[in-house]
């Protein structure tokens, strides 16, 4: 991920010779900061963030905040404007402040609020020098989703579930009672991509995990993950309406107690809840076959500020101000997440208490998001359209495995 800061910085320089206008401005009427927020419209979240900036711009009459929603195409619209050297003064990192766009973000080390940083952050947003590069609302927990309901009508514990062996026998009961085991959906690439990215970690040693990063894909390790999504899926596992079912669907069959687990982070218990408030939800660690269970962890709503930013004080100002317990409050209500800094309180829900049994009690470890850290940039979507094909029967274990490494030499060769 680091060399991508390469990429970007090689495209940014080349687009210099091309004359744009700057993010953002001033005029007699004050600056006006522009903030390409990446949540879409309509949500939680793009919500909290207009009233918490018109709360910002009552208190500071000089200064305006342009809030752009998020589209479809977030990540490739930042990495235009870094092209360009068009940067907005505030973006919405989306997991990547550190590997991604480092570079071009104003360090954030020294703020007022900074030592309040939660440790479970360390490894998502802090570089080697300790430095971190955007202002994290919460930190993403995730592991695998479960219905209360589902798992005790059919006598099973989920904290005995540590083992593949394990959960697969709770498959097999679930499955017998005329239930779906796991939920999935190649409708969008969230459902399938999170499958993959969730589970890897604990197919790889440490030594597998340095030829990654070194620009090596062994592809019998990773075979491993798709031999046992094969078997999943003759074993009747997934959802019988793969191929049509939409993410509402999903969320449907949660939350009427038709289905046991989802691969997917604890926010899209939100969806879930709106079809049934009084569905019973909870989560547990993902098995490994290298080690303990782990959960994945990973930077969720985070903001940074634009290292080359002309209103880069105002920038600031807004995001110190965000960082206030009280406003950070509001941002973390609509995640479902633990909070990233001290001080605020989480809004897990009724997550809270598998949260705390597993996290705070037990002590699980946690690992980062794999795609982040050990894959180049664009993996994700090749991990979702390969498990796909597994599910579809249009690809072996073998051409999965073969199909990811192509993608992986082609893309780790151009980040190089």
């Known amino acids: 991920m680091v060399k991508m800061k390469s990429v970007l910085a090689g495209l940014c320089c080349a687009a210099m010779l091309v004359p744009l206008a700057a993010c953002g401005g001033s005029s007699s009427g004050g600056t006006t900061i522009e903030f390409m927020t990446m949540q879409a419209s309509g949500t939680p979240q793009l919500k909290a963030l207009k009233d918490l900036t018109a709360k910002f711009e009552k208190e500071n009459p000089d200064i305006k905040v342009k809030l752009d929603p998020g589209t479809n195409s977030n990540e490739n ?21 550190r590997d991604r766009y480092g570079n071009f973000l104003e360090p954030l080390q020294d703020r007022s609020w900074a030592k309040k940083l939660k440790s479970i952050g360390d490894d998502v947003f802090k570089d080697s ?22 798992l005790e009508k059919v006598g099973v514990d989920p904290t005995t579930l540590t083992t593949w062996d394990a959960f697969e026998q709770a498959c097999d009961k679930i ?11 190649p409708k969008d690439i969230g ?10 970690p604990g197919m790889y040693k440490d030594s597998d995990l340095k030829n990654l990063k ?50 997917r982070a604890n926010g899209n218990a939100q969806l879930m809840e709106s079809f049934n408030p009084d569905v019973k939800l909870g989560m547990f660690p993902v098995p490994s076959e290298v080690g303990d269970p782990y959960f994945s962890v990973g930077e969720d709503m985070a903001f940074g500020v634009s290292k080359k930013s002309k209103n880069k004080d105002a920038a600031l100002k807004y995001i110190d101000f965000l960082a206030e317990p009280e406003n950070m409050k509001e941002l973390v209500k609509t995640a479902m997440n633990d909070s990233a800094l001290e001080g ?73």
């Open 77 to 97: 619209d930042i990495k235009v404007r870094l092209a360009g050297n068009n940067a907005p003064d505030i973006w919405a990192t989306h997991g990547w402040s």
């Open 129 to 150: 020098d300790g430095k971190f590069y955007a202002l994290p609302v919460d930190v993403q927990v995730s592991g695998i989703m479960y219905n209360k309901t589902v």
């Open 175 to 185: 499955k017998d009672a005329g239930i779906t085991p796991i939920l999935l959906s």
């Open 191 to 200: 459902p399938d991509g999170d499958l993959a990215d969730y589970i890897l």
């Open 214 to 263: 070194s620009g090596k894909f062994d592809t019998k390790v990773y075979q491993k993950y798709t031999t046992m999504i094969k078997q999943w899926t003759d074993d009747g596992y997934f959802n019988v309406d793969y191929t049509s079912a939409s993410l509402d669907d999903l969320a449907r069959a949660m939350a009427s107690d038709q289905a046991a687990f989802y691969f």
């Open 344 to 416: 605020v309180d989480s809004a897990l829900g009724q997550f809270q208490d598998t949260y705390d049994y597993w996290v705070n009690e037990k002590k699980t470890q946690t690992v980062p998001f794999f795609d982040r850290v050990y894959l180049p940039n664009g993996m994700y979507t090749t991990l979702s359209k390969s498990t796909d094909g597994l599910i579809t029967g249009q690809l072996t274990p073998q051409a999965a495995a073969d199909q990811v490494k192509t993608s992986f030499d082609s893309l780790y060769g151009q980040k190089s």
